[in-house]
Every structure is written in C-alpha cells, then in structure tokens.
C-alpha cells in the first residue's frame, strides 16, 4: 500500500521502518526535515515537505507525533494531511492525545469520505523498534479492516475496541494501570533495599509469582542499579496522566492512585528528572521526605 507517516520521533521512525520492510511504499514528513532526509536515506521511500504533500495520493496516513496541538498542526489547515488526503484513504492516528481530537478528526475526516481511526500505542520504544507494539483502536469497523493489515506491520496485537476515541480512551486505562504498577515496584524495590535484601534475587522469585508484571521483568534490575536513561519519558508520561485526569473529571471516575503518582512524577521533574524513563519514579523515594 502507499503509506504516509506524519513524525519520526522515537516512536514513528521505526514504526515507519517496519512499514517499509514489509513492503508498502511509505512517505514520511517530520518537523525537523533533515530527520525525515535521514530516515529515507536509511530505508528508502520518499520524504515530503508538508503533511499535506505526504498525504497526497496515500492509501493511509499515518501519524505519531507529541500531543493534540501538535496533531492539529500536521492534519489540519491548508498544509495538514487532510487537506491532501482523498475520498477512500484512511488517516490512522498512533498519537497519546485526548478523545476529544480522535472524536474531532474523525468529524472532520468524514466531511469529505476520509476514514479516520485513533490508534494509540502502548509497548515503549523497544516495542516499536521490535515491532511488537499493542495497537488501541477506536473508529468504524469496515474502515478498521482496511488498516489493520498496515498496523500489523509494527504489532503483535491490535483490536477495534468502539467508535472514534475508544482506542484513545483504552490508552488512557493503561497509563492508569501503569502508574499504580511502577509505583508499587519502586516501593517494594526501595523497602528491599533499606531491609538488606539481595533486590535482583527478590524479584526473581517474586516475578514468578502474583506480583510479577512486565514493568517488574523489564524494569525491575535497572531501578535498583539506578538507570534511568531509556524508555518512556517522566514529561511525556506526565502529559499522558493529565489527559487521564481531565477524562476522569468528565466521566466521574476516581483515581487517587494515578493523581498521587502524577503528583510524584511532579516531583521527579522538579529534581531536574523529566526525561528521566518512568521508572526513576524510586527516586523519589530516596529524596528527603
């Protein structure tokens, strides 16, 4: 198919590489124009001055880029993807944003026959450059089939999961999930560590039990070694939560645990740890209380 993909972050350019391996045509359009010269130099295809003119002619367009202004920006107006897109194509969001843009593209796509499905992704920038991401879908189920082939280019699992912001609204349950998960590890690290415990042999035999989770095999030994220099960023996953947050304040859920963490991560910024991965969440621990 010929594919367009909108931002070549940490996140897009090997989710568009895996895209070119499987043998779609793929134009891509970053920002920054010399990634985007990079990556074609990289893998081949066809790098584009504006989304617009990626867009044009395109079966899909795909976009991974950082929050709703930003994907305003490359989908809207008269140089966005849509203006460039024709009747028939598909524009396949992978941003964490807010229902509220997926439900507002979706709107806008559909005034001219353009498809339009929110698609977040969960997996980190090891799953994207494996290309076992797990893929959250919101959108119609016949514009759906039509891309779920291309999706699977970079995942291992995708699912439809209700109409336009479901895939949005999915993400944001993981984000829930995640904060109570790596919060829980950092304690019961930090408790190991103040109790003497040898830590990596705790959670070897715990991660076999009921308290295991990706978050404790994956992240577990670099927490208590103090590495926080990969994955998903304290800043990103901060603006993540605050979607979660304001979701929650419009649907009347509760979440005092994922508020608190929010608060916590807070405070990781403020430690100067932004760009720090989730996991420095422990640091926190170890800061005067």
């Not at 779920?148 to 699912?159: D, G």
């Not at 308290?211 to 901060?238: C, H, I, L, P, Y």
Request: aromatic share 6%.
């Amino acid at each position: 198919m010929k594919i367009a993909f909108l931002g070549l972050g940490v996140m897009g350019a090997p989710m568009a590489r895996h895209l070119a391996a499987k043998g779609h045509e793929v134009t891509v359009y970053n920002r920054t124009a010399a990634k985007a010269e990079q990556w074609v130099a990289e893998h081949g295809g066809r790098a584009a001055a504006t989304p617009r003119e990626a867009a044009a002619g395109q079966d899909i367009v795909m976009s991974c880029v950082g929050n709703d202004d930003d994907l305003r920006s490359v989908t809207m107006g008269p140089d966005g993807a849509l203006a460039g897109m024709t009747r028939g194509a598909v524009l396949v969001d992978h941003t964490t944003a807010s229902a509220d843009i997926a439900r507002e593209l979706y709107a806008a796509a559909g005034e001219t026959g353009i498809g339009f499905i929110d698609a977040p992704v969960s997996g980190g920038q090891a799953g994207a450059e494996n290309g076992v991401l797990t893929v959250m879908c919101g959108g119609d189920a016949e514009v759906f089939a039509k891309v779920e082939p291309a999706i699977m280019s970079f995942a291992r699992s995708v699912r439809l999961l209700g109409p336009a912001g479901s895939g949005q609204l999915a993400k944001m349950v993981n984000q829930i999930c995640i904060a109570g998960l790596v919060q829980g590890l950092a304690e019961g690290i930090h408790f190991a560590q103040a109790a003497g415990l040898d830590v990596e042999a705790v959670l070897d035999v715990i991660s076999k039990g009921a308290a295991g989770s990706w978050q404790m095999e994956n992240r577990g030994k670099t927490m208590n070694e103090g590495k926080f220099d990969f994955g998903f960023a304290v800043d990103w996953m901060r603006k993540d939560l605050g979607i979660c947050l304001a979701e929650a304040r419009r649907n009347k859920a509760s979440l005092p645990v994922a508020a608190l963490v929010d608060q916590f991560y807070a405070d990781i910024q403020k430690a100067g740890g932004g760009r720090w991965d989730t996991s420095s969440l422990i640091t926190r621990l170890r800061l005067p209380q």
